[in-house]
């Protein structure tokens, strides 16, 4: 099964009514699929599937009806029957946007597919593919594309970081046949790039001393990484400050060794077993943390930890010696 999953690309085709959706799905298919014409209403009344084989790989393309026009009604319907369809894993969101000036209405369509499908890897796997390519004329994609100072679409922009195509769904042969193969390598190297980065980086902890809060928010969206405020490594509890590190590691060690020593103590032992249980309860963990975070600078520590220990040692009385040699025997 695991290897089936690796052989199958599964695209979803989104955007507003009339841009080319159904179109374009035929485009990538290399073959008329989907219902495809000029009309004043949607032609597209439910989702539809199709498959295609490239490069070894199961190639299956879903086209959506209109469940993303910002004029439209939200048909819970057809969009859980798209996430079936989907189903176990979406490699591509194709949006299709048409070449011309983004409008308001794309940036609505942009937030309800967002609000439909909202997870990170969603997100990282959208490709924007530009219908009616003929319509740059002489003009490069890249150069349309950078030169929009719609601040809506410089988002959209920014967030597929590169993924961007042009379909020209009316030419035939080799040249259409091109296009989909542009875009199908394009996701090919998305899903490859996203599923070297996607194990570790989701999982990974960040402790950050500079980043300002935009700064962070961006880290998170590129890469998934998560910020925390500490992070427990080899049992030490780790900080971004190293003014919490005795805090959060020595004074909580500290507070529970004396939590035991008030237990000990009632138990009553011999003045050799009081030391055993220092040699073998007290010292490892106190030895743990020295060679684990060597940064104490408070001498003052050092004479609370031995008075408590000598308390505990030399409770029933007798000749008192230091408590170390005692834990040195």
């Not at 499908?117 to 950078?146: A, C, G, T």
């Not at 961006?218 to 805090?247: D, H």
Request: aromatic share 8%; proline share 2%; charged share 30%.
């Amino acid at each position: 099964e695991a290897g089936q999953k690796q052989k199958e690309l599964c695209i979803v085709i989104v955007g507003k009514s009339g841009v080319g959706k159904s179109a374009t799905g035929n485009t990538i298919l290399g073959k008329k699929r989907f219902d495809s014409r000029l009309e004043m209403t949607p032609v597209t009344k439910s989702c539809w599937l199709g498959i295609r084989e490239w490069k070894g790989k199961q190639v299956v393309v879903i086209d959506t009806p209109a469940i993303f026009d910002s004029d439209g009604a939200r048909n819970s319907t057809e969009i859980e029957h798209c996430r079936r369809l989907s189903q176990p894993h979406r490699h591509a969101l194709v949006l299709v946007v048409p070449v011309g000036r983004f409008t308001e209405e794309d940036h609505q369509v942009v937030q309800r597919v967002r609000e439909t499908f909202n997870s990170s890897d969603d997100q990282e796997r959208m490709v924007v593919v530009f219908s009616h390519k003929e319509r740059l004329q002489n003009e490069r994609l890249e150069d349309y594309i950078s030169s929009s100072d719609n601040k809506n679409f410089q988002e959209l922009r920014d967030q597929c970081d590169g993924r961007f195509c042009s379909f020209n769904n009316n030419e035939t042969g080799d040249q259409l046949a091109a296009q989909a193969e542009e875009l199908l390598s394009m996701i090919e190297m998305a899903e490859k790039k996203q599923h070297r980065t996607s194990g570790w980086l989701s999982k990974t902890k960040v402790l950050d001393k500079k980043l300002d809060k935009d700064e962070r928010k961006t880290l998170i969206e590129k890469t998934g990484l998560t910020f925390t405020k500490k992070v427990k490594y080899l049992g030490m509890n780790l900080t971004a400050r190293n003014l919490n590190l005795y805090k959060d590691n020595y004074e909580k060690v500290w507070n529970e060794i004396k939590r035991d020593l008030e237990i000990w103590t009632n138990l009553k032992f011999s003045l050799m077993g009081q030391i055993s249980v220092a040699k073998m309860n007290v010292l490892p963990k106190m030895l743990f943390l020295f060679q684990t975070l060597p940064i104490i600078d408070n001498v003052k520590c050092f004479k609370d930890w031995q008075k408590a220990l000598s308390k505990f040692i030399w409770q029933g009385g007798g000749k008192r010696e230091s408590s170390i040699n005692y834990l040195r025997i």
